[in-house]
């Protein structure tokens, strides 16, 4: 066959054809930490028989199988969370299907805690925030915020802090963090380094997510576990905590921990730029560009500020008591979408990677608890110091909530810890009211995991900083939060006339 002649003027086409192909690097580090998690979960549930715990009236707690498992799975979760192996909401779901896998608990039991309303509170504290967001308000109230500090940064940041804070006193942190959250964007967005992570951003939203604990301890409206502990007091002892009395403990203690963040996060994470420059015109600008309220943004101030009135009133008036918070959150979701505030393209905006963060957190708590693993390893530490100064005691109880806390519901931890240590504060000599007002100190504000508390993981939405950088500051704050705490219940409590030793 005659060779076929080529038209004129093309070129000779290459004898072989290469397909460059990238190199797919393997993350060995991802990889490391995968295995490490997986390793102590099949470590410990396989391990032998665990001995018994043993409190101060010699009664013993076993730990089962399952609870063995719970404990296993509680260190995975962990290192899986602190390196981010996979996306954080699917760490969440391995733990609701290793629970199923290894008969921890049913997977009935594992899956229903995905739903907890206190899981669904905070998504209608999410919406909340997009409702802000999407009517403008956030860019409103953050460009008065921006005419009252002006432009140093410096005072940007502690003004973002102090209004974080201030916002708990009146309702659950979790409501303010979704709230302040938009309003931190639209400042950082002012910052003029586009959506990159910047010193200046971790500093704002790792701040936000601090103090949002730290001005919760501060009256019963910032968190469940303030009434829940109050409760568990009056069981043990027949007294009640006034809501003021709470109030006068914890005011210096959470606000010097506001100050403290702030001063940290100036020092350690120094904004790039000590000034914005022309930020007061701008803003000035832009707040002309938005020009009046418009029927929406009101719309949205009275929804909230209805659910919150509600919210605060439950403290005192009995008949709203049995009225659950999530419901009275989600009324407000209903009425965004009933009122034409928010559409169906807002619901998927919806950041459900947080939302399963706090459905696994839910679960993995619960299984702690329901298994007896939590109880086995509270007595455990405690009883480490039923010989020790009372201070040590007193610390060590401190130190175990804010631990646990920063894994489980912080309600649940002092459910946990309360009852141990009240019995051997007996033992020790140390008055109820140190245990209980320390107990909840730490567990308003656990600065290591972005589970610890709903702020952390809406603070993390920012993609500022890495649930690592998380960690690395929290193991500081955490240190200088003891350290406060050592202080006020040597010096401050007791000069504003709390109990410390039994008489």
Not at 354 to 365: K, R
Not at 376 to 405: E, Q, Y
Request: proline fraction near 5%.
């Amino acid at each position: 066959m005659a060779k076929e002649k080529r038209p004129e003027g093309l070129p000779e086409p290459p004898k072989e054809i290469y397909v460059a192909k990238e190199k797919r690097k393997i993350n060995w580090k991802r990889i490391f930490f995968i295995f490490l998690g997986l390793a102590c979960f099949f470590a410990v549930y396989f391990s032998p028989p665990w001995p018994d715990a043993v409190d101060p009236l010699g009664k013993h707690f076993p730990l089962s199988q399952q609870a063995k498992g719970a404990i296993g799975l509680f260190l995975m979760a962990g290192i899986w969370w602190v390196f981010e192996v996979v996306p954080i909401g699917v760490t969440s779901i391995a733990i609701g299907v290793f629970q199923a896998l290894f008969a921890i608990r049913s997977a009935k039991d594992a899956f229903r805690d995905f739903m907890d309303p206190s899981v669904m509170f905070i998504f209608g504290s999410v919406v909340v925030g997009i409702a802000f967001t999407k009517t403008g308000l956030t860019k409103r109230i953050a460009y008065k915020m921006l005419e009252i500090v002006g432009e140093r940064t410096s005072m940007i940041l502690l003004g973002a802090l102090v209004v974080t804070a201030a916002l708990t006193h009146f309702m659950a942190h979790t409501a303010a963090a979704a709230t302040v959250f938009p309003i931190l964007l639209a400042i950082n967005s002012l910052y003029g380094e586009s959506e990159k992570p910047t010193k200046f951003g971790k500093a704002l939203f790792i701040g936000m997510a601090y103090a949002a604990g730290a001005g919760s301890i501060v009256t019963f409206l910032g968190a469940a576990r303030g009434p829940a502990a109050a409760g568990m007091f009056k069981e043990f002892t027949g007294r009640d905590i006034g809501f003021f009395e709470l109030t006068k403990y914890m005011f210096l203690i959470g606000w010097l921990m506001v100050f403290l963040i702030w001063l940290y996060f100036i020092i350690v994470l120094k904004p790039e730029k000590s000034v914005i420059k022309g930020l007061k015109e701008k803003v000035k600008h832009m707040m002309k560009e938005l020009g009046p309220m418009t029927i929406q943004e009101k719309l949205v101030i009275i929804i909230v500020i209805a659910v919150v009135l509600v919210m605060s009133a439950q403290s005192f008036v009995p008949a709203l008591q049995p009225l659950d918070r999530a419901a009275i959150m989600l009324c407000s979701t209903l009425l965004f979408f009933l009122l034409g505030i928010l559409t169906v393209k807002e619901l998927e905006e919806v950041p459900w990677n947080i939302i399963l963060l706090f459905s696994g957190a839910m679960s993995i708590g619960f299984c702690l608890w329901k298994t007896g693993a939590a109880q086995w390893i509270a007595v455990n530490w405690l009883a480490l110091f039923k010989s020790a100064p009372w201070i040590i005691f007193v610390l060590g109880v401190s130190v175990f909530v804010l631990l646990m806390t920063n894994f489980i519901m912080n309600v649940a931890a002092i459910a946990i810890s309360l009852p141990v240590s009240l019995v051997i504060a007996q033992y020790l000599g140390v008055a109820p009211d140190v245990i209980l007002y320390s107990s909840l100190v730490t567990a308003g504000m656990p600065f290591l995991l972005l589970i610890g508390a709903a702020p952390n993981a809406i603070a993390y939405q920012s993609g500022q900083f890495t649930p690592g950088e998380f960690f690395k500051h929290g193991i500081v704050m955490s240190i200088v939060l003891i350290l406060v705490l050592a202080f006020f219940v040597v010096v401050i409590w007791p000069f504003l006339g709390m109990p410390i030793l039994l008489k």
